[in-house]
């Protein structure tokens, strides 16, 4: 009989292009013959219909279903290819994935339907309180261990500020140790350096008067000398002046004698004239 049925239904990919192959072995995309079946719709001018096409097999997969005639792990194959067609990572563990969904809409109508129709509705309720109770004691755990943590991180907060006052009081303390014992170093070394710049005036000034002293002393012995040079000087030259104005007294004496009387006058006659 003929049905109406959404456009995505209609002309979306359908057994006669799929890969049973991957279908069979839990892969999911879209085959060969979908997008060659796409390409022929495109190039008759209905680009609508070739989107679809192309667009993904999730309708396929669905209609597809599970045979009841398969063992356990040929089904879990194609659960693992249904998952891939709507985005679960196709390595999911079943149990985990299970127990995630019946916990999620545990009070789906639907599901329970299910449940009941294969005798597992009375076990799920239980596991439900169960994973209720868990869920509680696990908070409950989780408060208890939050509140420990809270007073140990308050305890050690504590103690950490504590430590920090105690590690600032003392780096403050050795702060101005350092300071102090720096400007102690400080004013040892300009005290040694002012009584080393004394020591060094001190000894130069000294060292001047002795220069000028030396100096004074050798100009004085110099001056001495000089003058006892030119008194010597002079008294030979007066010394000499006098020799030669008595050799010429002396001259002119015995010339005069000897031109009035002829005789040689004597040296006493002469110095008592010249006297």
């Known amino acids: 009989m003929a049905r109406v049925v959404p456009a995505d239904e209609a002309f979306g990919p359908s057994l006669v292009t799929a890969e049973m192959g991957d279908i069979y072995n839990g892969f999911s995309s879209i085959t060969i013959h979908d997008r060659a079946l796409a390409r022929l719709l495109k190039e008759k001018g209905e680009d609508g219909l070739a989107d679809i096409m192309c667009r993904n097999e999730k309708l396929r997969r669905f209609f597809f279903g599970l045979d009841v005639d398969f063992s356990w792990d040929e089904t879990l194959l194609l659960i693992r290819g249904i998952w891939a067609t709507f985005g679960i990572e196709r390595e999911t563990d079943w149990k985990s994935w299970k127990m995630e969904m019946l916990q999620n809409y545990v009070h789906d109508e639907r599901l329970e339907k299910i449940i009941d129709r294969f005798g597992e509705y009375e076990q799920t309720r239980k596991y439900e309180q169960t994973r209720k109770y868990e869920q509680t004691r696990k908070y409950e755990q989780t408060v208890e261990y939050e509140q420990t943590v809270e007073c140990e991180q308050t305890v050690e907060y504590a103690q ?116």
């Open 160 to 275: 950490t500020r504590e430590y920090e006052q105690t590690r600032k009081y003392e780096q403050t303390v050795e702060c101005e140790q350092t300071v102090e014992y720096a400007q102690t170093r400080e004013y040892a070394q300009t005290r040694k350096f002012e009584q080393t710049r004394k020591y060094e005036q001190t000894v130069e000034y000294e060292q001047t008067v002795e220069y000028e002293q030396t100096v004074e002393c050798e100009q004085t012995v110099e001056y001495a000398q000089t003058r006892e040079y030119e008194q010597t000087r002079k008294y030979e030259q007066t010394v000499e002046c006098e020799q030669t104005v008595e050799s010429g007294w002396t001259n002119t004496i015995m010339l005069g004698l000897k031109r009035n009387s002829g005789a040689r006058p004597c040296r006493a006659n002469a110095r008592k004239i010249r006297s």
